[in-house]
């Protein structure tokens, strides 16, 4: 089993540009949820699923996009990128809504 | 605004020495408290957690204590090991919401 797997691992855009980043699980797990992680602050919320078909907003969800077509796949996009989305994201499933396993990361730089 | 806050930000303990993690939750509502390890270049991972109706709970060098009424609960790690240099993340949850507060983190040296 891979768990939580998280693509790509390293990503520099430019201001203004669009990407998506992949997550995929294979726990089979509902819950499904997007993190970004920046110093000092510690992990935030930004988007999260309780199932397919089924998004709601986090903490700071301003800038971002989820979308939950099937149990697996749960992408994150950035329609036009700005600096302060340089940094960590991390995506994280849960069976009961408890432990959180999450991937390895994508580290995000805005230039 | 901050539910879970967590201090301090950095730490740096002598090996075999007790390392202490300290976090304080405002929503009485919480009734889970993990506490998860990140390695460099990893995704965190689920250390140790404690519901509210126990005040401690150890697994191995590893002791949550938990203090309802004040709204704080700390870890503990005894006899710290330089492989337990890591961030260390406090949390909170309340059961159904399924969303997990994170507190800022804690990045813990442990000198050889």
């Known amino acids: 089993n891979a768990g939580v797997t998280q693509t790509p691992k390293f990503q520099v855009l430019k201001t203004g540009q669009s990407m998506t980043l992949q997550c995929a699980q294979d726990?089979?797990?509902?819950?499904m949820s997007w993190y970004r992680q920046d110093p000092g602050m510690g992990l935030r919320l930004i988007h999260y699923?309780?199932?397919?078909?089924?998004?709601d907003q986090g903490e700071v969800p301003n800038g971002y996009n989820v979308s939950r077509s099937t149990t697996e796949d749960f992408p994150l996009r950035l329609l036009s990128a700005a600096p302060s989305q340089t940094s960590v994201y991390f995506c994280?499933?849960?069976?009961?809504?408890?432990?959180?396993?999450f991937g390895q990361g994508t580290r995000l730089t805005v230039v | 605004q901050q539910q879970v806050k967590q201090s301090p930000q950095s730490l740096i303990v002598q090996k075999g020495g007790i390392s202490i993690i300290n976090c304080a939750y405002e929503?009485?509502?919480?009734?889970?408290f993990p506490w998860y390890q990140q390695f460099p270049g990893k995704g965190p991972a689920l250390l140790i957690a404690?519901?509210?109706?126990?005040s401690e709970k150890k697994e191995g060098r590893f002791t949550i204590s938990f203090n309802k009424s004040a709204k704080q609960f700390s870890l503990h790690i005894m006899d710290s090991q330089p492989g337990d240099s890591a961030t260390y993340f406090c949390?909170?949850?309340?059961?159904?919401?399924?969303?997990?507060?994170f507190g800022q983190g804690t990045r813990l040296t442990i000198n050889p």
């Open positions: 404690i519901r509210p109706d126990v």
């Open positions: 949390a909170a949850s309340i059961w159904g919401a399924q969303k997990l507060v």
């Open positions: 994280a499933t849960t069976l009961t809504g408890r432990e959180a396993f």
């Open positions: 699923s309780v199932g397919a078909g089924i998004t």
């Open positions: 726990m089979n797990h509902e819950y």
């Open positions: 929503n009485t509502a919480f009734d889970y």
